[in-house]
Each structure stands twice: as C-alpha cells, then as structure tokens.
C-alpha cells in the first residue's frame, strides 16, 4: 500500500520532519482561491496574442503590420525587430529568436508577431491582418534523417568545438564519458548485445497554459506576473533581453499549475514586456493549450545505438551507448544528461557514451523530469533485460551484481557516497509484488534509473514575528508542496510546531539570487539553506537570552523551542522560549532574523527500481497496466505523502511516454496532435494505484539526510514497461511509444 | 454572431427560413464550440434548439423509442427503458467522451457532425434507426446512414435539422452491442467501432444481423457479407471467424495519427467478433 | 456584435451578467464575474479543469455559451464550501495530499461531488472512469481516487 510503506533506515529523531502534516496552500487550492498565471487583471489591461508560424521551416523575407496596426483597439504590435539591439550570449540569444523569430521560422509554430488589444476578438482580428511573406524551406523532423548528407540545415555554421570536422552541420554538441577499453571488455563477454532504440518527443503536459501579465512604465520600471518554475530566471532573460537592470523589474510567481521543467525558460514573457512598453498598459497573455503543445516544452526525441557485453553469471564486461537527441531547432537538447546518466546505476570497468545534440525542425525543448535520463534508461534497461533473458538470469539479480554502491567510481566520473540503488533492489527483491502469479498475456518488468540531483543559487530569509511566529521567504515557486516542507524544516530546527510557521514565494524584489525549481534541489538547496537560516536565528536568540541572564552567549545552548542556560557557569535561569525572546527583541536589541545564502554542492544522487506488470491483448496490441511500485531512496522524507506523490507522479508521466504519448508530425512538418485530445496523457481509467516504497538512506550533504526526489520516478518505468510487455507478449518493443499498432503489428511479425 | 434559442419547432423553422446568414444547430454544442474556438466554424447565428418543447424528451412509440434531438447522452443512459432494449445503442451513446460531454453531447448531433469516426452512429446504424428532419417542409424520416454522406458532409437541406433520432421495437430474442477500440480507456476518437445486432430464433439460431463498422471508412459501413455470415448459424466460432474476415474485407480505412490501415483493417474484424458476442449473449444465446 | 442579458443563478446567487454570443460560461465566469476558480487547460473539453454543473449536470463549462446559462442553476468550486465548512471533499483532499500543483484539484473536485451525488458509493473503477475527463498531471491519480473514495466513504457515514 502506498500510504504506509515508509521503511526508515535513519535512527535520527524528528519530531516534525517525516510526518504528514497539511500543506499551508491547502485550502486556497480547493476552494478555488489560489491564483494562478491567468487568474491576475490589471486595471486597462490589453489582451495580448501571438502569431505563429503555419511552416515547419522558412525564410522570413517581410512582415507587413501596418493594416494590423490601424485597426482600432490595436494598441502595439511587434516583430523580432522591436527587440533592442543587445549582444547576447548563446543561450539567451537563442531563447530571444525562440520568443519571436529573427531571420528565419524554424518549426510549426514559431512565433513571429504579436499584437496587443483591447479585446480578444480585436486582437484576433488584427493577427489575421498580419502579412508575413515566407520563403519555405526543405525541413526535417527525425534526429537521425537530420544528420544525414543533404539534410535540410538549420543554422549555417553547425556546432561548437566539441563537433569533429566534416559533420553533420545540425550537429550542435559532441560529448563523451566513460573509462576502461570497451573492445577489451566485450571479448570477456559471453554474449554481447548490439541493438538501436528510439523514443519519441513527450510533452511535460502540465495543465496550466503558460500566462503573465507585464506592466512596463517610462521611468524604466516593470513588473511582470507570472506561472513560473523560476521568476528569477524570467528576471535575469528578460532584463537581457529588452536590456533593463535586473533591479528595475519585479517578477512576482503566481501558483504554478505543473511545469516539470517545461517552465524553467520563457516564451511569452519578454513578448510580453515589449506589448506593454508599446502600448503603456498592462498586457496579459495567455497561450492555448494548442500553443503551450506546438511551441513550448517538449522534450527531445532520441536514437540510441547500445552495446553490453555480459558473462554467463551475469557480470556486464563492457557496456558502450551513442545518443542522439533532438532538441529541436536549437541547440541544448539533453544528451548530455543522457550520456552521463545511461551507465549510472552500474559499477563498470569499461563503459564509454557518446552523445550527438541535433537541431531539427520541431519546438525548441525544454527540460523535462530528469531531462535526457529516461530515453537512455529506456535503451541501456531494456538491453539488460534482453541479455539477462537470453542467459536465463534474474534481472533483479544481473542488476544487483552490477549494481554501483558506495566507492564506484561512476561512468560519468565521480566516485559515489552512500547511495541507495542496492537497498531499492533488494527491497524490490523481497516486495511480495515480485513473486505474484500473473495470469495469460501478462508479464512483470523491472528497471533502475538514476538521476544526479542539483543545488544551485539559493536565499532564504527567516523571521521572527513579535508575537513569536515565524515566516520564512523563499525564492522558488512551489510545484508539489515544498512550502509545507520549508516550514516543516524550520519548527523542526527551531523546535516549534508547524503551525507557528509560515512559508511564502517571495518575488524577486525580496530575495538575492534563487535558482530555478529543477534539478530536484528545492526541499535539498532550499531546505539546507531554511535551516540554516533557522540556526542563525537560534544564535541570535541565544543572544538575547544570554544579554537577559547576563552570561555569554556560548552558555546557552537552544533546545525544545527555547534558550536553556548550558555549562558549569551558566547559571540557573529558567529557559526562555522563542516567544518570550522575541515579545522583548525591541528592547534587546531589535527584531530577529536569520538567512542564508548558499549555492550548496553534495545534492545527493538518487536511484530507484520500479517494478510493473502489464497485460496484452494479443489482438489488438492494448497494452493494460495491471499493478506498479516503485522502490526509490529519498534520503529523508521530509513530507513522506508529497514524496509519495513525485514517486507516482513521475511513474505515471513515464507510462503515457512509454505507451501512447508521442509528437506525430506529418510530411508537412506541422504537428498533427497538438491537443490533449490526440496528445494522449494517461487519464485515471488507465490506470491502477500506484504502490511506493520510500527507502531512506541518508545523504551525507544535507543537515537531515534530503535528497531530491522529484525526478529520478520518471526514469526506470519506459524500459520497465517495455519489459514488462515483452514478458507477456514474447515482443522486444524497441521503440516507443509502444502504442498498439506498433505492438500488433510486432506481435503479428513475431 | 446571433444566438437564437426557439421555444417551439415552428418557430425553429420560421427562424431558419429567414436570412441567418451561416447557421449552426447547437444541441450540446461538444462539436460545435470545439470546432468555433479552433476557428474551424465561423457562423454567422447558432440556434439552440434545447429550448424547443419536446426536444429533450424520450418517448415510447409503436413499441420504439424517440429520442429528442437535446437528449444527452447521460440521460440516455439513465433512461432503464432504452437502456433495457438497446443497449448496444446506449453504450455507443456513452462512450463520446467524458462524463463531463456526456453531459451534453446528444446521439443526433453526433450523426450531424458527421465524423467518420462518430461512436453512436454504427450502433444507430446496426439498431436501424430513423432521423425525423424538420425543415421548412415539415417533417422527413431517413434512415440514419442516409445523413452522413462524408466527413463533416450531411444530406441536410437549407434549414434543415435533426430533430429526433427513432429506436424501433426491438424484436423478440434480439440484442445489440458496440465497441470501439482506442488507445487509452477514455477521451480518445474511436481508431475502430463496430455496432452489432441480431435475432435469434427459439434455438439460438440467428435470423436476422446487421453489422456496422465506424472509423474505417469515409461514413459508416454497412457490412453484409458479415450479417450474412451469422444469420443461419448459432454464431459459433466458426461463423464469428467469417463475420471478422467479412469486416476486415469491408473495411477502407485510412493511416492517420489514430491507426495505421493494417491495424484498423485487423481490429474491424477483432472488435465484430467480440460485439457479435456480446449480442448474442444479449438476445439470449 | 450585440451583447446579450443573461439572468442566471450562480452558487444560488441572483447573477446578472452581458456577453457576446459566442463567449462562453468559462469566460463569463472568469473574465466577467471574477470566478477564476474555473480553470482552462484546454478550451476543447478535453482536461475537465473548467468543471461546473448546469442544474445539477456535470459539464465542462468551456463547451457551454454564456447564453445558455439563462434561467438555470449553475455551481462552481466557488460554492462548494458552505462559508469556512471545507466540503468533505474538499477536507479529504488536503488530508490525502490528493493534489501536487492544485490547477486540476477545482475542476476535479467539482467533478468528484457530482460522482458522489449520483453514487454515494462508487467502486474505484466507477470512480476512475467518472474522472478520466479530468486530467491531472502530478499525481498519478492514486492520492485523488482514495481522497474521493474516502469522503464518499465519510458521506455515507455521516449520513
């Protein structure tokens, strides 16, 4: 059962942490209160649109806005060419031409005016009125049709230094890692496996459409309002991009509804920035559900060549991957992260990957739970499984006796701490889910996946109230909880109840520097630093007690929620709470607060198996999820059911890649599917409950044991499913999403 | 853009014989405001017809059912009558979408929007229901298949609309099933849909089938090859297995985002073969 | 293009409210009444975040015009605690951690009452399917279907 799985490998004792209390935003967010990215007005506020690009590839010779400009309730219109003439480096540049395209459109969907109106219907109207003379160019989609002699090119000049002369020119990237001698290693090999893998482009599908509301006036000053995984990442582009001080726009995050990556970079906002400075009012903006699928997120589409060399008992010899990933039509799709974390869960003598970034023309990628970790799981976990099988081995156990533990020296360089792969395959081993008897066309799967887990740029502030309540300000929209879970942090440092804290999103006006909320690093980065924020405020309080009792401040030590005298010489002064230290902080030397300020190293890699059975309909290809648990390492659950639900979350985004999610473009290169009606997100009928096991092996760089958790769920269920489906319907699906065509079709060519 | 909401059939025809420009019908409006906000329709006025005395109404006639053309989908299934006599009809009826569009989604705007792929139109089809048009003329009665004449196409005149869909009298020993296959368990265009019915004699011979395949072709097929291999037979395995081959032969599908044309040609057979099952098990095999 | 009066009731309160004819109840409740409970995720009634019910009909209230709401009842997440009473749902949800970003939970919610309504006590699979036109991208489903079959189970003992 999901809700009392918790197995606790830790001995400390917490008194708040690890337990279930209710998250702060509960009520707003069931009583319909909680604003979101369209739930702000402004007062005189314009309705600001966009128009795309109906061709996946042209030269954009003119744009022609003037009938669009004197239509009456347009109030601005712009075109790349508004943008202030500003250097910028690679990756911004990119971004701003995503925003709005500069020379040429590069996929279906890509942005090239935008107009703001006094109304939805006028700004419809004035789109239509915008003529945009295109050049159409040949386009290619498939990552592995654009790095073929002749492909269509999509930027003159090809990638960076890392790419050897005389490739593909929509090669952006080369990158390599690994150790050993990969040949020397597969002649120990009793049986070597060679096998190529594909995986389709996914959407993150986060329900909220991307929204803001910009406000922009002539002394320089803006503000911005908007659903966001990271308002100081959306501070620091657009300031770059229209060239403002970073100081002189406030960004405020709304409630996020979802991102999972997809909202760590921005696409309306600067548009956006620009509409109001034209206009001088308010523009709001709002993207279709059409738009957030044609022209935002998704992820990369890959092709993955892997080799394994195994011995009879098990043992992997060698094992080498080449990944290619599309990112779409600029560079930075994750094959880097792909190429790193393929070979992570195991301990290797020889392992070596190589990975191609490629440029297409299809959305610009954004990253998604894990970025580029799944589609290499999928390849290197579906071709253990495929040797373990060959060689009548049990797959859990070919994984335990390779798996990587504290000292490996990992594939993509470091040597790992504790780490918990090892405890989450033995747990798996023993979990009664693993001996079930399974009926006719059902089958069971397993698969490990890895995730590194970050850090990164982090302030918190906290302070104490004069009636001895405390508030803490941070700087990282909450996805999944995470205020609960800073609050939870500071009473348990503080020794206070919850319910004496509370947590708020500051904007960016309030704090320094915060790093996006990704990389799982928030309940890690953030945390650390709400704790240690909190210890701050402990001295200082300790202070004050000390200053009252008139002894030095080492001889108070804090305790239970109060200064308690400490030592030989610290007298006999009855303790003094938080509450009564702070209802007196005016008089000892004003109010109390601590911070922190960190970029914290020591995340904490996370490993998890997940276990699934599927059935098949040998007649029609449906593939049916019949039972799933996932056995992943937390470190510490702060919140043990907010834990619980990035585990089934993750696990569930990974069923719709593994079976009928997929970016389907036709001859054209225009999207076909973009709706949720053809993009096919699993719905509740599809599928069971999701079962959890959360291990907790501490992570020795967070003062409670944290890691991440957020991501790695998404990584094993792609290969674990495709296992799964194999053992029940005797076909090797090797490329996803295993919908049921492709599935019949494979069953009927068996 | 105008919107009209008549209270009455005469008024409905009045209104639709004068200058409306384009006008669009709106039952429940699952298609019709799909198809406005992707700006696939631009009417120029939509009639409401929700508000036209009977329209919403199920009704016992000559041992059949009427059902109005505003009667949702949901109330069709809560309707126990309808429900007991057709209910191959009401599963069609009830799998168009969600239990949110099932709220509203009505059987005679599904056959009117006339998509390819429309889940209750193979069932209406197989049951051999009647559309009663009302237009300026009065009152017609068709046979369903004769509405769709094509994707998005009907046989509707100017002024034309459905105004209630007929159910006949279900024979002595009959039954009726659909199924559709789609990727997902829910809110997926049906890749495939079949509607079988049929009557057994008191020995569980079949006397009488009709068979009807959606999504595999421009319109519904009516597949008689398939009908002829149950009628005579106890619609064992044997004459299951020709009435698969018969509609996998029927079948003219198309590859598109939803189906390759080897799959759909495969699962007309695989879905007939199942619902034909089921219907017989419903006419008391 | 004219716009037309519409008299309504909304969470049993008299409302009043001009749209245009093709506007729908989704944009009159958020952009006209302020009531940005209801959410669009899609416009297409495809994800069931902008659930409502019209005379007691679960609907998505993006498929419906504002025109059509005159003279009937429409409820919203809005109404669905009685003043600073959580409806059972509403408390089960929080309890259950049955929402992760909250941008699906009013729509569901909205949804998982009208299930209750018509069901005092459905099966998981009934409930499954009841909610599968509410798309929810966090979860996995698991923590909603047990906080809906909770608060059913709740409902039915309280009553």
Redesign the interface.
């Known amino acids: 059962m999901a809700l009392d799985s918790k197995q606790v490998l830790d001995t400390r004792e917490f008194k708040v942490v690890g337990t279930r209390v209710l998250r702060p935003d509960g009520v707003d967010k069931v009583t319909g209160k909680a604003r979101f990215g369209a739930d702000i007005t402004a007062p005189g506020m314009l309705v600001g649109l966009v128009l795309r690009s109906p061709h996946a590839h042209a030269k954009i010779k003119s744009i022609d806005t003037s009938a669009a400009e004197a239509m009456d309730g347009v109030h601005a219109v712009v075109t790349a060419a508004d943008f202030p003439n500003i250097e910028l480096d690679d990756f911004t540049a990119d971004v701003r031409d995503n925003c709005l395209a500069g020379a040429k459109a590069l996929y279906d969907g890509h942005a090239v005016a935008a107009v703001a109106a006094s109304s939805n219907h006028i700004a419809k109207k004035a789109l239509k009125a915008i003529k945009v003379d295109y050049e159409v160019l040949d386009h290619v989609t498939d990552v592995d049709e654009a790095i073929k002699p002749g492909a269509p090119v999509l930027h003159e000049g090809g990638g960076n230094e890392s790419v050897p002369e005389g490739s593909s020119p929509n090669i952006m990237a080369r990158y390599e890692f690994g150790h050993g001698d990969i040949e020397a290693g597969l002649k120990k090999a009793d049986r070597v496996l060679e096998r190529s893998y594909k995986t389709e482009a996914t959407h993150q599908g986060y329900i909220e459409p991307h929204a803001c509301l910009a406000t922009m006036g002539p002394d320089g000053q803006a503000d911005l309002w908007c659903c966001t995984q990271g308002h100081y990442m959306v501070r620091n582009t657009c300031a770059a991009i229209l060239g403002l001080d970073q100081g002189q726009l406030r960004v405020t995050a709304s409630e996020i509804g979802g991102g999972f990556g997809g909202k760590t970079t921005v696409f309306l906002e600067p548009v956006a920035m620009m509409l109001a400075k034209k206009s001088s009012r308010p523009v709001k903006m709002v993207m279709t559900r059409s738009e957030v699928l044609r022209a935002t997120g998704p992820t990369a589409s890959s092709s993955v060549d892997i080799r394994i060399g195994m011995t009879k008992d098990g043992r992997i010899t060698a094992a080498a991957a080449e990944l290619r990933y599309q990112g779409g039509a600029y560079a930075g799709s994750p094959v880097e992260f792909g190429a790193m974390s393929a070979f992570a869960p195991y301990d290797l003598e020889n392992v070596q990957t190589i990975g191609w970034d490629v440029v297409t023309n299809r959305p610009k990628q954004a990253a998604y739970r894990a970025p580029g970790a799944p589609m290499a799981a999928f390849a290197v976990e579906s071709a253990i499984d495929e040797l373990a099988k060959g060689l009548g081995l049990d797959p859990l156990e070919v994984r335990l006796k390779n798996a990587a533990r504290e000292g490996t020296v990992a594939s993509y360089g470091p040597t790992y701490p504790a780490i918990g792969l090892e405890a989450t395959l033995r747990t798996a081993k023993d979990h009664p889910h693993w001996t079930a008897p399974l009926g006719e066309n059902q089958g069971r799967g397993v698969a490990c996946g890895f995730w590194f887990n970050f850090g990164g740029d982090t302030c918190v502030s906290l302070n104490i109230t004069p009636d001895g309540t405390v508030t803490v300000s941070e700087g990282n929209p909450d996805i999944g909880g995470s205020r609960a879970s800073m609050s939870m942090m500071a009473a348990e440092e503080l020794g206070i109840p919850y319910e004496k804290v509370r947590t708020i999103v500051a904007d960016t006006g309030s704090l320094g520097q915060n790093e996006v909320t990704d990389g799982s690093r928030v309940t890690f980065a953030v945390g650390l630093a709400t704790i240690e924020a909190a210890r701050a405020a402990k001295r200082e309080m300790c202070k004050r007690a000390a200053m009252v009792w008139g002894i030095e401040p080492e001889a108070v030590e804090w305790k239970d929620g109060a200064a308690h005298p400490a030592g030989p010489n610290a007298g006999t002064h009855p303790p003094m709470s938080l509450a009564e230290i702070a209802e007196i902080a005016s008089n000892t030397g004003g109010p109390i607060a601590g911070h922190h300020e960190a970029n914290p190293e020591g995340a904490g890699v996370s490993f998890a198996t997940h276990m699934v059975d599927t059935e098949v309909d040998p007649e029609t290809g449906a593939v049916k999820i019949l039972r799933y648990t996932v056995f992943q390492d937390a470190g510490k659950a702060v919140h043990p059911d907010y834990v619980e639900g990035q585990f089934q979350g993750g696990a569930v985004q990974g069923i719709g890649w593994a079976l009928n999610e997929e970016y389907i473009y036709g001859e054209d290169g225009v999207l076909q599917n973009a709706g949720f009606l053809d993009y096919r997100i699993p719905v509740a009928s599809d599928l069971p409950m999701i079962d959890t096991v959360i291990l907790e092996i501490p992570n020795p760089g967070h003062p409670y044991g944290v890691r991440g958790v957020g991501e790695t769920s998404i990584v094993p269920p792609l290969a674990a499913i495709a296992n799964s489906v194999s053992a029940a319907s005797g076909v090797r699906m090797t490329d996803l999403p295993m919908s049921p065509p492709k599935v019949l079709k494979a069953i009927q060519d068996q | 853009?105008?919107?009209l909401?008549p209270a009455t059939l005469e008024d409905a025809t009045q209104m639709l014989g004068s200058d409306l420009g384009e006008c669009r019908i709106?039952a429940?409006?699952?298609d019709l405001?799909?198809r406005?906000?992707?700006g696939f329709a631009e009417p120029d006025s939509?009639l409401?017809i929700?508000r036209i005395d009977g329209m919403r109404d199920i009704t016992r006639e000559d041992g059949g059912w009427r059902i109005g053309a505003a009667v949702?989908c949901?109330e069709m299934g809560e309707h126990a009558g309808l429900s007991a006599d057709w209910p191959g009809v009401v599963e069609a009826a009830g799998l168009i979408?969600?239990?949110?569009?099932q709220?509203?989604c009505t059987v005679a705007g599904n056959l009117c929007n006339a998509s390819p792929a429309a889940d209750s139109v193979p069932a209406l089809v197989a049951a051999r229901a009647m559309a009663r048009i009302a237009g300026p003329d009065g009152t017609r009665d068709v046979a369903v298949e004769h509405v769709p004449t094509g994707p998005g196409q009907t046989s509707l005149g100017k002024g034309e609309f459905v105004a209630s869909i007929f159910l006949p009298a279900r024979p002595e020993n009959a039954g009726d099933a659909y199924l559709r296959?789609i990727?997902?368990?829910?809110?997926?265009?049906a890749?495939v849909g079949c509607g079988v019915s049929l009557t057994l004699d008191g020995d569980g011979t079949c006397t009488d089938a009709h068979v009807a395949l959606g999504a595999v072709g421009p319109t519904v097929i009516i597949v008689e090859a398939g009908a002829k291999a149950l009628v005579g037979t106890q619609v064992d395995d044997a004459a299951l297995d020709a009435l698969a081959a018969a509609c996998s032969a029927a079948a003219t599908p198309i590859a598109?985002?939803?189906?390759?044309v080897?799959?759909r040609t495969?699962?007309s057979g695989?879905l007939a073969k199942r619902a034909a099952k089921i219907a017989a098990s419903r006419a008391g095999a | 293009m004219s716009k037309i009066h519409v008299t309504t009731k909304i969470n049993g309160d008299p409302t009043e409210f001009l749209c245009e004819p093709d506007e729908t109840l989704l944009d009159v409740l958020r952009d006209r009444l302020g009531m940005t409970g209801s959410k669009e995720g899609c416009g297409t009634g495809d994800c069931g975040a902008c659930s409502v019910t019209v005379n007691g009909r679960l609907v998505c209230s993006c498929l419906v015009l504002g025109a059509e709401a005159d003279g009937v009842e429409v409820a919203t997440i809005e109404g669905m605690a009685d003043g600073d009473q959580l409806h059972p749902l509403q408390r089960k949800f929080i309890e259950h951690a049955a929402l992760q970003c909250g941008i699906c939970t009013p729509g569901i919610l909205v949804a998982a009452k009208s299930l209750l309504e018509t069901n005092p006590n459905p099966t998981e699979e009934e409930t499954r399917y009841w909610l599968a036109g509410n798309l929810c991208r966090c979860t996995g489903y698991d923590k909603i279907i047990r906080a809906v079959m909770e608060a059913g189970k709740e409902m039915r003992e309280a009553s």
Do not use: C, N, W
């Open positions: 853009m105008r919107y909401a709106l429940g409006g699952t405001l799909v406005m906000r992707s939509i409401d929700k949702s949901a979408g969600s239990t949110q569009i709220g509203r296959f990727p997902r368990t829910e809110m997926d265009i890749v598109d985002k939803r189906g390759t080897e799959f495969h699962v695989v």
